[in-house]
């Protein structure tokens, strides 16, 4: 992704996940802004925006990271928001195996107590392993995990599949945990 489309990305990235607040946006329950409020408040914010320029971001994103409503006039993040939102996921029932990539530093920590949400409101997993380990690799020396989530659906976790394929869950104990490389 060229410079311009890259630094747009992740400002809507920051806006629509994080902090709506710093350009005076509000999201609605689900996440949902229009765009032309968006491009609006990123201008009285000092941010040169476009509708055009929001679009091919959309468009051009390898991991699908923003959605576009059906009527085309409304964008939210298709997941990894730390603000409040329902993205009105219905339940789904995953493969027997999803992967979660980190940095080997986490390792440790993480086989003793599981995957956490942070300050998000959702444990991201991947469907297969190079997702996991170009996740993992953002954060420092990648590992990749091991997720047994049919045996995490039948003791009643539940799983949610974002707008772009991310696999989402609450929360991974460790005994459904292991390494993979």
């Known amino acids: 992704m060229p410079g311009p489309l890259r630094s747009t990305s992740k400002f809507l990235s920051y806006v ?44 051009t994103n390898d991991q699908q990271r923003f959605r576009i409503s059906d009527d085309g006039m409304r964008i939210r993040a298709s997941q990894g928001h730390s603000i ?5 996921l219905e339940e789904a029932v995953p493969p027997d195996q999803l992967f979660h990539g980190t940095a080997d530093r986490n390792v440790d920590a993480i086989m003793v107590e599981g995957l956490h949400r942070q300050n998000r409101q959702h444990v991201h ?9 170009n996740v993992g690799a ?14 995490m659906q039948a003791a009643g976790h539940r799983f949610h599949l974002s707008d772009n394929g991310v696999w989402l869950t609450a929360h991974v104990p460790p005994e459904f945990l292991a390494r993979v490389d």
Do not use: F, M, N
């Open 16 to 59: 629509l996940r994080h902090r709506p607040d710093e350009i005076g946006l509000t999201l609605d329950d689900e996440g949902w802004v229009a765009i032309d409020t968006l491009v609006a408040a990123a201008r009285d914010g000092g941010r040169e925006l476009t509708r055009e320029l929001v679009l091919e971001v959309v468009r």
């Open 138 to 151: 953002r954060h420092g020396r990648p590992v990749v995990l091991l997720v047994d989530a049919a045996a």
């Open 84 to 88: 409040k939102v329902d993205l009105a």
């Open 125 to 133: 997993l991947s469907k297969d392993r190079a997702t996991a380990r």
